[in-house]
């Protein structure tokens, strides 16, 4: 018997891009007075939670160890209209969260206070970020505590907070959608409008060289 393979459907995919979008931990390093920025697309009025720690290069020991207190990491962030919705100094160790009122793409910037913290002069920092968005970011142990949820009772909370992530991801896709169908729209009528430019400006030359023409036959006495 022949085995049959099935093709994910794109509402699986959809959702497994979904979910484990939501969770991005990552690390990366930077220097004195250097900056590095992250962009998330995000949809509207969704809350995000970024977790983050420190540690700084010791040379001695030819790796990296937890940073000193002294060290504090600047956190800005952007929404897709360039305005800043978060701008705070954090320590070395900390959690930043904000909640978008505008889809579209974010701009999570950090950098550090290097420059007056003596001992870090010259050296490199690694930063270890986890972005947690939409229901990944709650915790639900404690709201569970907090609220005395049953297990069932949490496990619907947790599935209906789930759908509710799905739906503005969903409206978000949309809103994306019909930005790129204005632009695609736009973008059409420029050009429809440039090629009857050209026309009239090709029409235009063809009758002056005629008219040039006729007038240089006639002054040659040729017509």
Same mark, same amino acid.
């Given at each position: 018997m022949a085995a049959v393979r099935m093709k994910p459907s794109a509402v699986s995919l959809l959702l497994l891009? $979904?979910? /484990?979008?939501?969770?991005?931990? $990552? /690390?990366?390093?930077?220097?004195? =007075? &250097? *900056?590095?920025?992250f962009i998330e697309e995000i949809p509207d009025e969704t809350m995000i939670i970024g977790n983050y720690r420190t540690q700084l290069y010791d040379r001695q020991k030819e790796e990296y160890l937890p940073a000193t207190q002294g060290l504090g990491m600047f956190v800005e962030v952007k929404d897709p209209d360039d305005k800043v919705i978060l701008s705070r100094q954090y320590g070395s160790e900390g959690r930043f969260t904000f909640t978008s009122h505008t889809p579209g793409e974010h701009q999570i910037c950090l950098h550090s206070n290097s420059s007056?913290?003596?001992?870090?002069?010259?050296? +490199?920092?690694?930063?270890?970020?986890?972005?947690?968005?939409? &229901?990944?970011?709650?915790? /639900?142990?404690? @709201?569970?505590?907090?609220?005395?949820? =049953?297990e069932l009772q949490l496990r619907v909370r947790q599935l209906v907070e789930q759908v509710d992530?799905?739906?503005?991801?969903?409206? /978000?896709?949309r809103y994306r959608e019909e930005r790129f169908r204005q632009t695609s729209e736009s973008t059409n009528q420029r050009v429809l409008w440039w090629s009857i430019v050209q =026309?009239? @400006?090709?029409?235009? @030359?063809?009758?002056?060289? +005629?008219?040039?023409? *006729?007038?240089?036959f006639e002054a040659k006495k040729l017509v």
């Open positions: 891009n $979904l979910f /484990y979008g939501f969770v991005s931990p $990552l /690390y990366f390093h930077i220097g004195e =007075t &250097e *900056k590095k920025c007056k913290f003596a001992l870090f002069a010259g050296g +490199m920092l690694r930063v270890h970020l986890d972005i947690q968005v939409g &229901e990944h970011a709650n915790n /639900y142990a404690e @709201i569970a505590a907090k609220d005395k949820l =049953t992530q799905v739906q503005k991801e969903q409206n /978000y896709q =026309t009239l @400006i090709l029409v235009a @030359i063809g009758i002056w060289q +005629m008219r040039h023409l *006729k007038s240089f």
